[in-house]
């Protein structure tokens, strides 16, 4: 039985070519995976070292954040994303705070060929688990 899982996720298989193509607008820098849920009951439905090539639909940044936002069925944000980066004093979980402004001002950078490879997994707060 799986035991403290913080979140699941699909986590980014390569995260500095990912920064490559996409830099980072802030010092905290992130890139690592999207989460699926916080703090789950269980793994629900998730397929661990179950890989994808998922889309990445646009980006969205501020003075506070810098997020991918991407196509994935599984997540249950209303923005499913990647967290890029952070700036300072940004508000806890600011991502969806980000794009929701970000799409009612119009202000997402939408791409049409921009895919990322991720692998399924969960995380312990610790490690990251992509094999089951």
Same mark, same amino acid.
């Given at each position: 039985m799986v035991q403290n899982i913080k979140f699941t996720a699909l986590f980014v298989k390569d995260v500095e070519g990912l920064l490559k193509r996409f830099p980072p607008k802030h010092k905290k820098v992130f890139g690592h995976h999207?989460?699926?849920?916080?703090?789950?009951? =269980?793994?629900?439905?998730? &397929?661990? @070292?179950?890989?994808?090539?998922?889309?990445? #639909? =646009?980006?969205?940044?501020? &003075?506070? @954040?810098?997020?991918?936002?991407?196509?994935? #069925?599984?997540?249950?944000?209303k923005y499913p994303h990647i967290t890029l980066s952070r700036g300072e004093n940004a508000p806890k979980l600011y991502s969806q705070i980000l794009f929701s402004k970000s799409d009612e001002e119009n202000h997402i950078e939408y791409f049409n060929d921009e895919k990322v490879d991720v692998v399924e997994g969960y995380s312990d707060g610790k490690n990251d688990i992509i094999k089951s």
């Open positions: 999207l989460t699926i849920e916080f703090d789950p009951e =269980g793994l629900g439905g998730v &397929e661990v @070292g179950k890989e994808y090539s998922i889309k990445i #639909i =646009g980006r969205a940044y501020d &003075e506070f @954040g810098d997020d991918l936002l991407v196509e994935n #069925i599984k997540s249950k944000n």
